[in-house]
């Protein structure tokens, strides 16, 4: 074998060197999970579970709003794509492959074919992989408790939605109640026209009285439509129907002290770990411009043909870049150091904010527990005695008809008054819930399980 030949044989090998490998996912076969680049399915129904019962269930009305929302998946899906850049920026750069030659030499008769073929690699030996990773790690568990923030608000949002539709479910009901006792007296009033104990007059007041009634069911089916039409948005539903809101909600008791629900905020509260980990993110960006005054090293191999003496074509170097740009390095610093302050002070005004937000979330819930047991306990029994009172001397020409008209009055608006305290508590329980950041069972790390 000539040497031409051997030499053409080296230059063909270390040119396959350079051909560009397939990328990872062309070499292992896709698993599924969250890794795998699957097109976004297309719009599916909403779970069938919702629909099964008589009413509406609140926590799988919260699930399904959860799993849907479309904003969420976005952030999940930047959250991944975080995660994933995270393992990128700590991996070590790829060698670099340089051949160079003489095409003169090649058909030359009187010197050998010439060329040379060297390898490099770069290697931050001053730890500057390794903060490069800690800097995408931590922006990435700071997204992460992004997610969760757009979580807790996206469940209160569902949750005061739901609990406006159970209100507006209420009025109707009581509207309904009373249109029948309204119907009952005008059935009284006019036996007693027709006994001749009375004049017109009060079945014409009954009759006013029916068609305001007829009035405010259209108002109120008015609001429930506009309330149905907010919600299937956050299901992602077209417009319709949505099953009748339940006739009670069982209302969780008031904590009476703020101590416990702050320690709790501090520690679940998705604001300030992501504030937390911006931090943490800033503070290894600050670590990695000061390594950057550092040199980096490379090493370097290298066969020379061009070199006539067989013993020095063989080479091995090292090389080192020299960090003399330090203006540029020493504003990375200055960046690097505020961005540290600015996270500190963040995370800081977030937890004064925090207390703010618990102690107001829980004066309205204790105040609304006292109005809601003052309604049931004293003002529902009274207003209903003071009806039965009224229709009983009406029926015995002791009362007149107006009288018996604000009874019932009285009793609409306090079960009105009693309903909007409950819808109120609920809530105050939601707003609650958010200051104090708590999610509910089974939604894990962004997933639902």
Request: aromatic share 6%; no cysteine; proline share 7%.
């Amino acid at each position: 074998m000539s040497l031409r030949t051997l030499f053409s044989r080296t230059l063909l090998a270390l040119s396959l060197v350079m051909v560009p490998s397939p990328p990872a996912w062309a070499q292992t076969p896709m698993k599924p999970g969250h890794d795998t680049p699957t097109p976004a399915p297309a719009q599916a129904g909403v779970s069938d579970s919702l629909f099964s019962g008589p009413t509406l269930d609140p926590s799988l009305f919260e699930r399904e709003v959860l799993a849907r929302n479309p904003s969420l998946g976005a952030m999940r899906a930047a959250w991944r794509a975080a995660e994933a850049q995270a393992d990128v920026a700590g991996a070590w750069d790829d060698p670099m492959v340089e051949i160079m030659t003489a095409p003169r030499s090649w058909s030359s008769s009187v010197v050998d074919p010439a060329g040379m073929a060297s390898i490099s690699q770069r290697i931050p030996v001053f730890g500057q992989r390794a903060l490069e990773g800690r800097v995408a790690r931590a922006g990435a568990r700071a997204m992460g408790e992004d997610f969760r923030t757009a979580q807790l608000d996206m469940l209160r949002e569902a949750r005061r939605a739901y609990y406006e539709y159970y209100l507006i479910g209420r009025s109707q009901a009581v509207t309904a109640e009373l249109n029948g006792l309204l119907v009952q007296f005008r059935r009284i009033a006019v036996s007693k026209y027709s006994a001749g104990t009375v004049g017109l007059g009060d079945a014409l007041q009954a009759d006013v009285e029916l068609a305001m009634l007829d009035h405010e069911q259209v108002g109120l089916a008015r609001q429930r439509r506009v309330v149905t039409a907010r919600m299937n948005a956050l299901l992602r539903k077209p417009p319709g129907r949505l099953p009748d809101p339940p006739a009670t909600i069982d209302l969780p008791p008031a904590p009476e002290r703020a101590d416990s629900l702050q320690s709790l905020a501090m520690a679940l509260r998705p604001e300030l770990r992501s504030w937390t980990e911006q931090r943490r993110a800033k503070e290894a960006a600050l670590s990695l411009a000061r390594r950057n005054r550092l040199p980096d090293l490379t090493l370097i191999a290298r066969y020379d043909r061009f070199m006539e003496e067989r013993e020095w074509r063989p080479q091995v170097g090292v090389g080192l870049n020299l960090p003399l740009q330090l203006g540029r390095r020493g504003a990375a610093e200055r960046e690097a150091r505020a961005g540290v302050e600015q996270m500190e002070l963040r995370r800081q005004a977030a937890e004064a904010e925090i207390g703010s937000q618990l102690e107001s979330s829980l004066a309205g819930l204790q105040e609304t527990e006292h109005e809601i047991h003052i309604m049931r306990e004293r003002v529902i029994p009274a207003t209903e005695r003071a009806l039965q009172a009224v229709r009983t001397g009406y029926e015995n020409s002791r009362a007149d008809f107006l009288t018996l008209l604000n009874a019932e009055r009285d009793l609409a608006r306090a079960r009105l008054d009693l309903y909007r305290a409950e819808a109120s508590y609920l809530q105050n329980v939601a707003d609650l819930d958010r200051a104090t950041g708590i999610l509910p069972p089974g939604v894990v790390e962004g997933e639902e399980r």
